[in-house]
C-alpha cells in the first residue's frame, strides 16, 4: 500500500517506521522542503515530498499535523483518500475553537467537513508516538493493546482497521466519527494503555458520561 504523511513529527515518524517494517511504501511531507527530510527519510527508508505529492503518492495518508493548521491543505488534494486523522486540539496551541470547546463538534467531524471528497477516519491520536512502535504488546502482559478508532466510511475503516493489526494492535471500532469524543484529549481512553475489555468499558462509560 502505498501511505502519504503529512506532518514529520513524532506520530508521523513512528508511523511511518512502522508501516515501512510492514512493506508498505511511505512518503512523508513537512511544511518545508523535502530536502529538510534527508536524515529521516534514508534512516526510514522512506521517500520525501511537498505535503501535495504525498497525497497524490498515497491511497491512505496520515494528516499528524497541529490541528489549527488542517486549513491550510487544499481540500481537493484528499479527494478519494482514505484519510487517517491523528491530530488533536490544545487550546493553548490551536487557540480557542467555539465548536469544540461547547462539544458541538469533535475534532474529525470538522477535519471530514473540510476534506468533504476525502474517507475519514479517527486513529493514531490517542497513543503515544514511541508505543506506536511496540509492537502492540501490554507490558507485563500476553494480550494485546487495543486502539479506537472511528468514521462513517466503513470499508476507510476496515482499511485502517488492517493497518492496525499489522502494527499488533486489536482494533475497537466505537462507530461514527461524532463519537470520536470519546478517545479525545483528556478522556480516560486517551494515550491509557489497555486491553480490549478494559478499553471497550472504559468508552463505553464516557459515552454514558456525555
Keep these: 500500500m502505498k501511505i502519504g504523511i503529512i506532518g514529520a513529527g513524532m506520530v508521523g515518524r513512528a508511523f511511518a517506521a512502522a508501516a515501512i517494517k510492514q512493506g508498505h511504501e511511505v512518503m512523508i511531507a513537512n511544511s518545508r522542503q523535502p530536502d529538510t527530510l534527508y536524515s529521516l527519510t534514508k534512516s526510514l527508508g522512506a521517500k520525501a515530498g511537498l505535503a501535495k505529492e504525498a497525497a497524490e503518492f498515497a491511497d491512505v495518508v496520515l494528516l499528524a499535523i497541529p490541528f489549527k493548521y488542517y486549513e491550510q491543505i487544499p481540500a481537493e488534494w484528499l479527494v478519494g483518500k482514505v484519510l487517517i486523522d491523528a491530530n488533536n486540539y490544545y487550546p493553548e496551541r490551536d487557540g480557542q475553537i467555539a465548536l469544540l470547546d461547547n462539544k458541538e463538534s469533535t475534532t474529525s467531524e470538522m477535519i471530514a467537513s473540510h476534506f468533504s471528497g476525502a474517507r475519514v477516519v479517527k486513529a493514531f491520536n ?12 501490554l507490558a507485563g502482559s500476553e494480550k494485546h493493546r487495543a486502539h479506537p478508532i472511528a468514521g462513517d466510511d466503513q470499508q476507510a475503516k476496515k482499511i485502517v482497521e488492517h493497518l492496525l493489526e499489522q502494527f499488533g494492535f486489536e482494533v475497537i471500532d466505537v462507530g461514527n466519527l461524532s463519537e470520536g469524543y470519546r478517545f479525545e484529549r483528556g478522556s480516560p481512553a486517551y494515550c491509557i494503555p489497555m486491553d480490549g475489555a478494559m478499553l471497550r468499558q472504559t468508552l463505553e462509560e464516557v459515552q454514558s458520561n456525555n
Excluded: D, Q, S, Y
Design 126 to 137: 490517542a497513543i503515544l508516538a514511541e508505543e506506536i512502535l511496540g509492537g502492540g504488546k
